[in-house]
């Protein structure tokens, strides 16, 4: 019987299966920042232990740095803390360190795939959920818990279950105005946030393979809202010609033997899934959220659902989030007045998501009652962006450029999003309080985002286009 892409990377790296229970995990690269790794570092002190191959893992400030002054001291003492101890931290054990204000600092799922850590065949954890964005090269990448950290630095392996396998297709071509954030939002949609529980999950399908490798990382990014362990997508000629020439890829003659092995990682053609889903590009439109959790999701043009169409025993749960939101059932959100508009984050930070809002609002402004600001995933996306102008084009509209980190993704730092106030984000989660205590979140693409900002209220983005 054939082998499933995730089953080829996942058994080269299994040192020893435990009988009935987890395999010990050999992880090529581990990445940490500074808010899951210090009682890691402790833990290590503490039995006298040291990091068994610093080499293999790499640090970067990003959860709780500011966006605005970064030359300044951070003015949160909890976040200045937590950085000032992760840089120790590094510089103790000699681990590669990428702190506020370095040319490579940024979000870690940014940071690794732009500078060539990230590669087909590898195992990756990072004590944060969305590692599953690396699984867009063909890596089983996953996140973990700060005992797991420990794990790591002391073995370079970890004790971990193996997830069931599903498939996803998507088949067809993308209709006008729909990206890969949509692609998601429409299969949380369907599948809810559970839907992905106890799963490894292989995207599949002509609509898939015709993503870049920015749109691929998008998808898998967001395979964790779906409750799965990580997503994974096939390499192929997309993602060598990304990786060829980053600063840490193999050069010259390996990358040549390299790309031969990457080759090889696909599922084959008699391999067995424990589930399988097939949807139709087709039938996908611009989506946006109107809950309190990613799957809680609907096309741009529907109307929320009534409660007749929801099952009895999530009704409660159901009208509590509506209730949240501020939202009726069979309401419509178009024409919905909004607040705050913030694009950035590890889903839709990186340099294509940036092009997309500069194509709407070039030569426009943003509306009197928007708030916005636009965070880029790293200094190279920074950089990227403002070499092509696209900084100008935000300055213009009306719209802050500000510096790279997390920022409102989760408001572990200064970004926060007031009580009671509407945020359209391109962001991942959208739980109450995630940007702020009373904060109300609208998941989107950045298409959509930039509608909205020039609109003032919830936009189709393909009126633009």
């Known amino acids: 019987m054939g082998k499933t892409l995730f089953d080829k ?13 987890p395999s010990v995990l050999y992880i090529d690269r581990q990445f940490i920042h500074e808010v899951t790794s210090p009682q890691a570092f402790t833990g290590l002190e503490q039995r006298g232990v040291s990091l068994f191959r610093p080499s293999q893992t790499t640090a970067t400030a990003d959860h709780n740095i500011p966006t605005i002054d970064q030359h300044l001291p951070i003015k949160e003492q909890l976040s200045a803390f937590q950085v000032q101890k992760l840089k120790e931290n590094c510089e103790k054990n000699n681990i590669t360190y990428y702190g506020l204000g370095h040319e490579n600092n940024g979000i870690v799922h940014v940071v690794g795939p732009e500078l060539g850590y990230t590669l087909p065949g590898m195992t990756m954890v990072c004590g944060d959920s969305h590692t599953s964005t690396h699984g867009a090269f063909g890596s089983v990448a996953f996140g973990v818990g700060t005992s797991e950290i420990e794990m790591v630095f002391a073995s370079q392996c970890i004790l971990q279950p193996k997830p069931k396998k599903m498939k996803i297709t998507v088949d067809g071509k993308l209709g006008k105005g729909v990206t890969s954030k949509d692609v998601i939002l429409y299969i949380l949609s369907k599948l809810t946030a559970s839907g ?4 490894f ?4 399908g002509s609509a898939i393979e015709a993503l870049s490798m920015e749109a691929r990382m998008t998808v898998c990014n967001m395979s964790i809202e779906l409750g799965a362990r990580g997503g994974i997508i096939a390499p192929d000629e997309t993602t060598f010609n990304y990786l060829k020439g980053r600063k840490y890829a193999p050069q010259g003659d390996a990358f040549t ?7 090889t990682l696909k599922s084959d053609s008699d391999a067995i899934f424990d589930t399988e889903f097939t949807f139709n590009a087709s039938d996908i439109e611009p989506m946006l959220t109107f809950g309190t959790n990613p799957g809680m999701g609907m096309k741009i043009s529907q109307s929320i659902p009534t409660l007749d169409t929801i099952d009895s025993a999530g009704k409660e749960t159901y009208s509590k989030a509506l209730e949240y939101m501020g939202f009726a059932p069979g309401e419509k959100l178009l024409g919905k007045t909004m607040d705050y508009i913030f694009v950035g984050s590890c889903t839709n930070g990186r340099i294509e998501d940036l092009r997309e809002v500069a194509s709407i609002v070039k030569g426009r402004k943003k509306a009197d009652n928007i708030y916005m ?10 950089k ?4 092509e102008g696209l900084d100008k084009i935000f300055e213009a ?13 989760l408001a572990m730092n200064e970004d926060k999003v007031p009580k009671g106030k509407y945020c359209v984000s391109t962001s991942n989660r959208n739980f109450e309080g995630r940007q702020g205590p009373g904060s109300r979140t609208i998941l989107v693409s950045p298409l959509t ?3 909205v900002a020039i609109t003032g209220k919830i936009t189709d983005p393909r009126e633009f286009l």
């Open 9 to 21: 990377v996942w058994d080269s790296h299994v040192i020893s299966q435990i009988d009935g229970g």
């Open 397 to 409: 509209a009306g719209i802050q450029f500000r510096q790279p980190g997390c920022s409102s993704c």
């Open 201 to 204: 999950i292989e995207y599949a």
């Open 373 to 382: 600001y636009i965070v880029p995933g790293s200094k190279l996306v920074e």
């Open 449 to 451: 985002a930039a509608a």
């Open 384 to 387: 990227q962006a403002i070499a």
């Open 196 to 199: 992905g529980t106890g799963y």
């Open 257 to 263: 033997k390299a790309v031969a092995f990457w080759k």
